[in-house]
């Protein structure tokens, strides 16, 4: 909560565009590397999240400015990419999980 609400000021007074939506990728930013952090595989939808939340701002920019949009192509990109690497990670913690009960 600190976090989010010093982060909100500091782009309130940059006079940032869109500010509830840049707060909230500053949150899911955080929560993602957090989880990083701590080695959990929901960090990938963290990041997936974060993605998501930057989508819908370059889309909002690229509405204003079409050069914006390769942008946005390159977040679905790596909104894919999250989205592989938590699929992966959870078919990796269950092949360890089958391992331990049968060995």
Known sequence: MIVTF???ELLKYLNTPNL???TVSI???F???TLT???SSYYALGY???DIVLIILWVMASIKDPSYFPVVVNFMIFFLNDMYGF???KKREAKIEEKI???
């Open 48 to 50: 997936a999240s974060n």
């Open 20 to 22: 509830m939506f840049s």
């Open 31 to 33: 929560l993602a590397a």
């Open 6 to 8: 010093l982060f909100y």
């Open 87 to 89: 699929i992966s990670w």
């Open 101 to 103: 009960e049968i060995g």
């Open 27 to 29: 949150v899911t930013s």
């Open 37 to 39: 952090m701590l080695r």
